[in-house]
Structures are given as structure tokens and as C-alpha cells.
């Protein structure tokens, strides 16, 4: 019985690693950094980023029209990435305005 926790436990977090890297998470199955707490901040600043990008697809209505605008998760956030740095952006909400309409931010 012990077993079959263990190996339905292994499944879980194989399934959720998977579920994370092909929605554009960096996670690895450890990331062997650091020395004590290193690979646990990284997998909970992952987890953590995962549960409100998912929040953000349920409730924020822009953020969903932003989302379709792009297409795939991994392809939203490396244009967020560019755009970011190529354009000041006053707000949030200009920003995913911008993205949205494709025009530039205002002054």
C-alpha cells in the first residue's frame, strides 16, 4: 500500500512538471542551484506565477482578450518580454491595451 502512494505521488508530480513546462513554466524536475532553499523558492515562485496567470485567465476579462490577441501562453509572455523593453508603459492597464488593440502606448 506504501508503494502505491509513493509511485501515485511520483505521478502527480510528473503530471504537474509536464502540465507547467508545456504552458511555458521554466521548472525542471529539481533545479539543483543553491546550496539549501534555492530550488524551492524556484518551484514556488512557479507555482505561485502559474496559480495567477490561471486566476488571470478565469476572471480578468483584458487579460483574456490579451491572451487570445497573442495566442500560446509561452508566446504571451516572450511578447510581453520584448514589448516591455522596447516600450514604456504607464500602467498595467496600458499595457495590456497595447497588446490587445497592437498600437502603441500613448505618451
Not at 3 to 10: D, M
Not at 11 to 27: D, F, P
Not at 62 to 81: I, P, T
Request: with cysteine; hydrophobic share 45%.
Amino acid at each position: 500500500m506504501a508503494l502505491s502512494r509513493i509511485l501515485r505521488r511520483r505521478e502527480v508530480v510528473c503530471i504537474t512538471v509536464n502540465v507547467l513546462k508545456n504552458n511555458g513554466y521554466n521548472l525542471a524536475h529539481n533545479f539543483e542551484n543553491g546550496k539549501k532553499y534555492l530550488a524551492r523558492t524556484f518551484a514556488a515562485m512557479n507555482l505561485l506565477a502559474f496559480a495567477f496567470h490561471t486566476a488571470c485567465d478565469c476572471l480578468a476579462t483584458l487579460w483574456q482578450q490579451a491572451r487570445e490577441a497573442v495566442g500560446a501562453r509561452a508566446r504571451f509572455f516572450h511578447d510581453l518580454h520584448t514589448i516591455t523593453t522596447y516600450l514604456p508603459f504607464s500602467s498595467w492597464h496600458c499595457f495590456i491595451i497595447t497588446v490587445v488593440t497592437g498600437k502603441e502606448p500613448p505618451p
